[in-house]
């Protein structure tokens, strides 16, 4: 079984920027696929990034097209937490976001955290 516990989130002007955090508790950490997916008002959840274990201390990043070169997803499995950097944000973005765990690229995995919100104005 494993917990999930995101902070971070908040409202920022568009252009702004924020930091999720994720934390992480139960199983063994460091192999697991993580990753944060997003949910608007009236739209389906949607994949924002994933960070997947490559064997040894190789991780691959994976982003949704709408994210990339704005977002970044990092993880510190001392801390058995992952981050999302979100720079440049866009009233588009608003949504609430979701860490998700176990999952393989934008396939999310059974565990989900309780979500945050994330609101960027014009």
């Known amino acids: 079984q494993v917990q999930l516990v995101e902070s971070g989130g908040g409202s920022v002007q568009a252009g702004g920027s924020l930091r999720l955090s994720c934390a992480a508790s139960?199983?063994?950490?460091?192999?697991?696929?993580m990753g944060w997916f997003r949910q608007a008002p009236g739209k389906e959840r949607e994949f924002v990034a994933a960070?997947?274990?490559?064997?040894?201390?190789?991780?691959?990043?994976r982003y949704a097209d709408s994210v990339k070169g704005r977002f970044t997803i990092s993880r510190d499995n001392a801390k058995n937490s992952v981050y999302l950097q979100m720079n440049s944000l866009k009233p588009e973005d608003t949504a609430v976001y979701y860490c998700n765990a176990g999952g393989g690229g934008i396939t999310p995995g059974n565990y989900w955290g309780q979500g945050t919100q994330v609101t960027a104005s014009s």
């Open positions: 139960g199983r063994t950490f460091s192999t697991y696929a």
């Open positions: 960070t997947s274990w490559g064997g040894g201390s190789v991780y691959y990043a």
